[in-house]
């Protein structure tokens, strides 16, 4: 098993920013995939940023030019940089890694960001 353990969460208000990290018990250097999802109440979990081992990047719409994915494959970490949070932006979020060559896929446990306004 892979363990991904996120931190960064926490309340901020509205217009501030955010950093969530996520370390991998696993080497990362590799070919594999990773990324963040998170889940609002009431909502099922999408897709945020992912970032292949190369460095290119997918953002959902909603947080293009405000969110940033990034990560470090000799310390087994990715990252996202949240700014200018939008109420909406409030959820779990997720970190995930995807090992290509082994279709293994691995979840963090989540942690809370909440955005008041």
């Known amino acids: 098993q892979v363990q991904l353990v996120e931190s960064g969460g926490g309340l901020v208000q509205a217009g501030g920013s955010l950093r969530l990290s996520c370390a991998a018990s696993?080497?990362?250097?590799?070919?594999?995939?990773m990324g963040w999802y998170r889940r609002a109440p009431g909502k099922e979990l999408e897709l945020v940023a992912t970032?292949?081992?190369?460095?290119?990047?997918n953002y959902a719409d909603s947080v293009k030019g405000r969110f940033t994915i990034s990560r470090d494959n000799a310390k087994n970490t990715v990252s996202l940089q949240m700014n200018s949070l939008k109420p909406e932006d409030t959820a779990v979020y997720y970190c995930?890694?995807?090992?290509?060559?082994?279709?293994?896929?691995?979840w963090g446990q989540g942690t809370q960001v909440t955005v008041s306004s």
């Open positions: 995930n890694v995807r090992y290509l060559r082994t279709s293994d896929n691995y």
């Open positions: 696993r080497s990362v250097a590799g070919s594999n995939n």
């Open positions: 970032i292949t081992f190369g460095g290119t990047t």
